[in-house]
């Protein structure tokens, strides 16, 4: 067994199984989703190793993958839900300046356009329209800021930070305080 890549990202995440000949459906987060097969074996969170031996597409970023060593159903119904990694060092560089890779925003310090520190990106989400930055905040909740030009103008990896201009108000003292309330018993936010 290999270890989990130390700087590992998140290639794509093993569904169901598809048929009875080991093939198991594949939602990749590649931008073309086929490249999965490009970056040699690819590692589960054990350090499991996943070689690609056939894959096709079935519709937008989902695949059916048959992998090394699953020789049917079975085997292939262990594995939903498991999540497949490669080193970072196996990616290509981003083609233009304004691309990143979301592993590679995930710990950077956010700081306002002002030097006011805000706390730091734990996730890149996208629900549907653009990307989104989830930044963490000391002792507040986590906030999603929209990763566009406007709203983070810089983005420094050398520096580990990115300085964003967030929406009027967002940041506001009492959104903050109303963001520390407590929730209710059932789990709605008290006025």
Do not use: C, W
């Given at each position: ?27 990749a ?26 894959l ?74 653009d ?26 990896l ?34």
């Open positions: 067994m290999t270890d989990t890549p130390t700087n590992a990202v998140l290639l794509a995440e093993i569904g169901a199984a598809h048929g009875v000949r080991g093939e198991v459906r594949v939602k987060f590649t931008a073309d989703p086929q490249a999965i097969a490009d970056y040699g074996p690819l590692v589960d969170d054990r350090g499991r190793r996943y070689v690609v031996t056939a096709r597409p079935l519709k937008d970023d989902m695949l059916v993958v048959r992998f090394e060593g699953v020789p049917d159903r079975t085997a292939a119904e262990r594995l939903t839900r498991t999540k497949l990694y490669v080193d970072r060092a196996a990616l290509p560089e981003p083609d233009d300046e304004d691309e990143f890779y979301h592993a590679d925003l995930v710990g950077l310090d956010v700081v306002s356009v002002d030097g006011t520190p805000i706390g730091s990106v734990v996730a890149v989400a996208n629900f549907g329209a990307d989104l930055l989830e930044v963490a905040r000391p002792g507040l909740r986590s906030i999603y800021l929209p990763f566009s030009k406007a709203v983070v103008p810089t983005v420094d050398t520096a580990r930070r990115v300085l964003v201009d967030p929406p009027a108000g967002l940041l506001d003292d009492a959104n903050a305080a109303a963001d520390a309330a407590p929730d209710g018993p059932d789990g709605i936010d008290q006025p």
